[in-house]
């Protein structure tokens, strides 16, 4: 099993980026997908996950709005597309991926993931 994200780059201040996360090997069907983020000199915090069932997602406060995941139609890809970016913004961004569904509450959790790839980076400027 592998992601592959893909869809980083340089943005000014209010713009936009559509991130992907290809999965091969697997589906994003029968587990949770989800994005986190890294900035320099911090943790690792969740963005937004989705439902493998229902499709319904979970978002940061700091990104709901502003932030929107989804799937394609054979659940093979997994996207991020952020709009009005803010320079705090800035981070490499991970897509991970879990074998089962999990709940809702449950999807910020990093340490409940089994895949990750190997991460975009997104730098918003001022």
């Known amino acids: 099993v592998q992601l592959q994200a893909s869809g980083g780059g340089l943005v000014p201040a209010g713009g936009s980026l559509r991130l992907s996360c290809a999965a091969s090997?697997?589906?994003?069907?029968?587990?949770?997908g989800a994005w986190f983020r890294q900035a320099p000199g911090k943790e690792r915090e969740f963005v937004a996950g989705?439902?493998?069932?229902?499709?319904?997602?979970a978002y940061a406060d700091s990104v709901k709005g502003r932030f929107t995941i989804s799937r394609d139609k054979d659940k093979s890809t997994m996207y991020l597309q952020m709009n009005s970016l803010k320079p705090e913004d800035t981070a490499v961004y991970y897509c991970?991926?879990?074998?089962?569904?999990?709940?809702?509450?449950?999807?910020?959790?990093?340490?409940?993931?089994?895949?990750w790839g190997q991460g975009t980076q997104v730098t918003v400027s001022s």
């Open positions: 090997g697997r589906t994003f069907s029968s587990g949770n």
């Open positions: 989705i439902d493998p069932w229902n499709g319904g997602t």
């Open positions: 991970a991926a879990r074998n089962r569904r999990i709940i809702t509450s449950a999807m910020s959790r990093a340490e409940t993931y089994e895949y």
